[in-house]
């Protein structure tokens, strides 16, 4: 009954630094995504894939790369870290197009000292 | 990009009030949706509109696909405690990939 993991839950980073985020559905899905949440500002879509194989930029992906590793994983990257990426990563899966049931993981909270 | 306006910002209501908000898009769009964010967790989907003028409810929450397919509002009624968290209205595309844009999010409060 896992649905979407995301690993880790907490992260502290200096400027400049790079890290990882990982992201496993378990729900067969076709689609990933992966949103910021900031205050007042809402979801917004930084990356995603409609399917094993595909990536595409979303409305907010400067200072982020993604890798769609298998069907089941889609991580993202930032290669150097800045204050400005301080924000709730949420990462969600969907079966695929015309789906809009996502799933979404319980969230990365990250701070860029 | 797609404009979307979700108001009121927050709310704050006594228990067993009933609750509206709503969501304008500056374009027309097929679908809308509303999700809801309990604290600390990621949003889940509570309804899923695709007709104009369709009106759907799922238990004390009623949501309506405007006419004009620019607007949908969510009802809940009678709230309870555990309806404290973040509404957002999103708004889904035609495209393969079914991205959603999310609105602004609806902070509800809710006093004993």
């Known amino acids: 009954n896992a649905g979407v993991t995301q690993t880790p839950k907490f992260q502290v980073l200096k400027t400049g630094q790079s890290m990882t985020l990982q992201c496993a559905q378990d729900?067969?899905?076709?689609?990933m995504y992966w949103y910021r949440q900031d205050p007042g500002m809402g979801l917004r879509l930084i990356y995603y894939?409609?399917?094993?194989?595909?990536?595409d930029k979303g409305e907010v992906p400067n200072g982020y790369n993604v890798s769609r590793l298998n069907k089941r994983e889609f991580s993202l990257r930032l290669e150097s870290a800045a204050p400005s990426q301080t924000s709730v990563y949420f990462c969600?899966?969907?079966?695929?197009?015309?789906?809009?049931?996502?799933?979404f993981g319980s969230g990365t909270r990250l701070t860029v000292v | 990009g797609q404009q979307l306006n979700q108001s009121p910002q927050s709310m704050f209501i006594q228990e067993g009030e009933d609750v509206s908000m709503n969501c304008t898009s500056s374009?027309?769009?097929?679908?809308w949706l509303w999700y809801k964010q309990d604290p600390g967790e990621g949003p889940v989907l509570l309804i899923a509109?695709?007709?104009?003028?369709e009106l759907t409810s799922n238990g004390r929450l009623t949501a309506q696909f405007g006419i004009t397919r620019k607007d949908s509002f969510l009802n809940i009624s009678a709230s309870i405690p555990s309806d404290v968290g973040i509404y957002f209205c999103?708004?889904?595309?035609?495209?393969?990939?079914?991205?959603?844009?999310f609105g602004t999010g609806t902070r509800l409060q809710v006093t004993l």
């Open positions: 999103a708004l889904g595309n035609t495209g393969t990939a079914s991205k959603l844009t």
């Open positions: 729900m067969n899905h076709n689609s």
């Open positions: 969600a899966s969907s079966a695929g197009p015309f789906n809009y049931g996502y799933t």
């Open positions: 374009s027309i769009f097929n679908t």
């Open positions: 894939s409609a399917s094993e194989g595909t990536t």
């Open positions: 509109l695709y007709k104009a003028g």
